[in-house]
Structures are given as structure tokens and as C-alpha cells.
């Protein structure tokens, strides 16, 4: 049994099997992928996640129980979060809070932002509930026009998935903000969270996030995702 510093070391290893938990996840993930991340159209709406990436999205949000609560760290034009929608379709009082500033106040996220996305062009929150509501997600979706820090402050709703793909220089901050409000048995995700194709500042916070091996367990590594289950 891998402890997670291990698992962190070969998921980010450049050459060798990544067989972790026993199955032969990278086979599972690509055929996740194939199956379920094409379903909406990357370049349109500006996504930048991986179709291995979205079916695994898809897949963890088709998991969880009735009535689960997801938060999504960076919304974007909604590629993400209609992966995770399409999952939680059907289930009975499932909500996905999807907070991003959009094109609000541009000077205010030039300064509150990373550089990660240009900010000429980004989608409004209007384009996106529209895109939501197209393919059926309206009342699943409640997109927050804000910055995730200032809906920590105020926030009051227990949470069974947290995805986190905002500011990559804030990554732990998001997660300690919202981890008073984690289920026992949540799903805690990061994107971008790999030295080759991701941000440094998030490989070191993850590291932080999963260094405690009695809080963490299913750990799951994804292209650029790691992610595990919060035992509480
Ligand atoms: C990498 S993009 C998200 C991509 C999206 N998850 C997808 O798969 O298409 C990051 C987004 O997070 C937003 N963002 C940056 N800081 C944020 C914060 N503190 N709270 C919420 N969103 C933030 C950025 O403006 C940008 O739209």
C-alpha cells in the first residue's frame, strides 16, 4: 500500500506504470474518456480540461448519492461544469455551485487572477447559464458571479465533491476555506496539478492537501488531476 507521498511521487514520475489501486487506471480513464468526455465541444467553449479528464468528471459526479452538493473552483465558458452537470443528471436535489468572476470588473481580476486565461473575450456568466439551460442544466447549475474566497466567507452547505480549478496560486487557500464544510467520504479534486502539464504552485499545494495519509484515502491520479477521498 502506496502512502500518498509515494502515490504523489509516481503519479508525477515522467516514465513507469502508473497502476495504482490495483487496476490499470490510465486504461479505465482513456476508455471513461471515449465514452463520456466528448460530449461537449472543447474549442467552443473554451475548456480546457482533457477528454480523459471530463469522463472521469463525469464519472465521480455519477457516483455521488441524491441530494449531493459539488463546488467548482473556476467555471470558465462551462466545460467542466456540464461534464460534472451530465453526471449529477437525474439525481434527485443534486447542486453544483460554480463560481468564477467571468467578464465582471476585468481591472479587479487582472489583479485578483493568475494569468491562466486571457482576460479579453472571457465568457459571461449570461453565455454560460445559457449554454447550461441548452443541454438541460439549468436548475442543477447555479453559476456564482464572484471570487471563491468571498463565497468561503459566507458559505453554510455541506459538500460532497469539491473541484478545484480557479486561481493556481491560491489552490490551498480554496481547499483550507471550504474544507470546514467537507463531507466525511467527499471528493476533493485539483486540476492542473502535475509538474508537466501543470503549475508548479498546485503540485506543491496538493502535496500539502494529501500529506496526511489518515485523512485521505482512493487517492486518483488523471492527466493533470489528483484527487482523493476525505475519510474527516
Ligand atoms: C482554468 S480556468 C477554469 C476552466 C474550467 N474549469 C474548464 O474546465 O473549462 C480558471 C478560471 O478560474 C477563474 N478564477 C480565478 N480566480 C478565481 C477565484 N478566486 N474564484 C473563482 N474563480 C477564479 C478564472 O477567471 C478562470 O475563469
Same mark, same amino acid.
Request: with cysteine; hydrophobic share 35%; aromatic share 12%.
Given at each position: 500500500?502506496?502512502?500518498?507521498?509515494?502515490?504523489? !511521487?509516481?503519479?508525477?514520475?515522467? #516514465?513507469?506504470?502508473?497502476? *495504482?489501486?490495483?487496476? $490499470? /487506471?490510465?486504461?479505465?480513464?482513456?476508455?471513461?474518456?471515449?465514452?463520456?468526455?466528448?460530449?461537449?465541444?472543447?474549442?467552443?467553449?473554451?475548456?480546457?480540461?482533457?477528454?480523459?479528464?471530463?469522463?472521469?468528471?463525469?464519472?465521480? #459526479?455519477?457516483? =455521488?448519492?441524491? $441530494?449531493?452538493?459539488? @463546488?467548482?473552483?473556476?467555471?470558465?465558458?462551462?466545460? #467542466?461544469? $456540464?461534464?460534472?452537470?451530465?453526471?449529477?443528471?437525474?439525481?434527485?436535489?443534486?447542486? *453544483?455551485?460554480?463560481?468564477?468572476?467571468? &467578464? #465582471? &470588473?476585468? +481591472? /479587479?481580476?487582472?489583479?485578483?487572477?493568475?494569468?491562466?486565461? $486571457?482576460?479579453?473575450?472571457?465568457?459571461?456568466?449570461?453565455?454560460?447559464?445559457?449554454?447550461?439551460?441548452?443541454?438541460?442544466?439549468? !436548475?442543477?447549475? +447555479?453559476?456564482?458571479?464572484?471570487?471563491?474566497?468571498?463565497?468561503?466567507?459566507?458559505?453554510?452547505?455541506?459538500?460532497?465533491?469539491?473541484?478545484?480549478?480557479?486561481?493556481?496560486?491560491?489552490?490551498?487557500?480554496?481547499?483550507?476555506?471550504?474544507?470546514?464544510? =467537507?463531507?466525511?467520504?467527499? /471528493?476533493?479534486?485539483?486540476?492542473?496539478?502535475?509538474?508537466?502539464?501543470?503549475?508548479?504552485?498546485?503540485?506543491? !499545494? @496538493?502535496?500539502?492537501?494529501?500529506?496526511?495519509?489518515?485523512?485521505?484515502?482512493?487517492?486518483?491520479?488523471?492527466?493533470?488531476?489528483?484527487?482523493?477521498?476525505?475519510?474527516?
Amino acid at each position: 500500500m502506496l502512502t500518498n507521498a509515494e502515490f504523489l !511521487d509516481r503519479a508525477w514520475s515522467e #516514465s513507469g506504470p502508473k497502476l *495504482i489501486s490495483g487496476f $490499470s /487506471r490510465p486504461f479505465f480513464h482513456n476508455l471513461m474518456g471515449i465514452l463520456h468526455g466528448y460530449k461537449y465541444d472543447k474549442k467552443s467553449y473554451g475548456g480546457m480540461i482533457r477528454h480523459s479528464e471530463a469522463g472521469m468528471l463525469y464519472c465521480w #459526479s455519477r457516483q =455521488l448519492p441524491a $441530494s449531493a452538493t459539488i @463546488v467548482e473552483i473556476g467555471c470558465y465558458g462551462g466545460l #467542466s461544469t $456540464s461534464y460534472l452537470a451530465a453526471g449529477c443528471k437525474g439525481k434527485q436535489g443534486c447542486q *453544483i455551485y460554480s463560481i468564477d468572476p467571468f &467578464n #465582471s &470588473n476585468l +481591472e /479587479r481580476q487582472a489583479e485578483l487572477t493568475d494569468n491562466c486565461v $486571457s482576460l479579453d473575450n472571457k465568457p459571461a456568466r449570461d453565455l454560460v447559464a445559457e449554454r447550461l439551460s441548452q443541454s438541460g442544466f439549468g !436548475d442543477i447549475v +447555479e453559476l456564482i458571479e464572484g471570487y471563491s474566497q468571498d463565497v468561503a466567507a459566507k458559505w453554510s452547505k455541506p459538500i460532497d465533491f469539491l473541484w478545484i480549478d480557479g486561481n493556481h496560486e491560491q489552490a490551498l487557500q480554496d481547499f483550507n476555506d471550504f474544507k470546514p464544510w =467537507l463531507k466525511k467520504g467527499a /471528493r476533493v479534486a485539483l486540476h492542473d496539478a502535475h509538474p508537466r502539464y501543470g503549475y508548479q504552485e498546485v503540485v506543491r !499545494d @496538493v502535496a500539502q492537501i494529501f500529506a496526511n495519509d489518515d485523512e485521505w484515502c482512493e487517492m486518483e491520479h488523471v492527466k493533470s488531476i489528483i484527487t482523493g477521498i476525505y475519510r474527516g
